[in-house]
């Protein structure tokens, strides 16, 4: 299933209305409405913050196994990749976790955080 029919029928089976979802996952609604409509590509943010929203797992939506992975407009494209490609569900798991609680906190401290996790890259 496409991404945005997977965020059509997972908003819907909680009688959200686009407009609740946009509000609770802190994105724009025009966003979300390309993003369902499948006119958007999501960011790996956007999927994350929408995930969180929808207190579902970032699995929800398929990522691991769509072959159109490579149209998704990741923010930091190599970092998602590397966290595509883990394979343990336990692993992918905490590190879900983790970036549920990144996306928590002030921006200004998310971009330090991923300053911090850049300057750890070999």
Same mark, same amino acid.
């Given at each position: 299933?496409?991404?945005?029919?997977?965020?059509?029928?997972? $908003?819907? @089976?909680?009688?959200?209305? @686009?407009?609740?979802?946009?509000?609770?996952?802190? %994105?724009?609604?025009?966003?979300?409405?390309?993003?369902?409509?499948?006119?958007?590509?999501?960011?790996?943010?956007?999927?994350?913050?929408?995930?969180?929203?929808?207190?579902?797992?970032?699995?929800e939506f398929?990522?691991?196994?769509?072959?159109?992975?490579?149209?998704?407009?990741?923010?930091?494209?190599?970092?998602?990749?590397?966290?595509?490609d883990?394979?343990?569900?336990?692993?992918?798991?905490?590190?879900?976790?983790?970036?549920? @609680?990144?996306? $928590?906190?002030?921006?200004?401290?998310? $971009?330090?955080?991923?300053?911090? %996790?850049?300057?750890? $890259?070999?």
């Open positions: 299933m496409e991404i945005g029919k997977k965020i059509i029928a997972l $908003r819907k @089976q909680r009688g959200w209305t @686009q407009y609740r979802l946009f509000k609770e996952a802190g %994105i724009s609604q025009s966003n979300l409405s390309r993003i369902e409509g499948g006119l958007l590509s999501p960011s790996y943010k956007q999927l994350c913050k929408i995930a969180v929203a929808l207190n579902v797992s970032i699995q398929d990522i691991i196994n769509d072959k159109r992975l490579e149209k998704l407009n990741f923010e930091t494209k190599p970092l998602a990749e590397e966290i595509i883990i394979k343990d569900d336990e692993m992918f798991h905490i590190i879900e976790t983790m970036i549920r @609680q990144i996306l $928590r906190l002030p921006e200004d401290y998310q $971009r330090s955080i991923a300053k911090i %996790i850049d300057s750890m $890259r070999p």
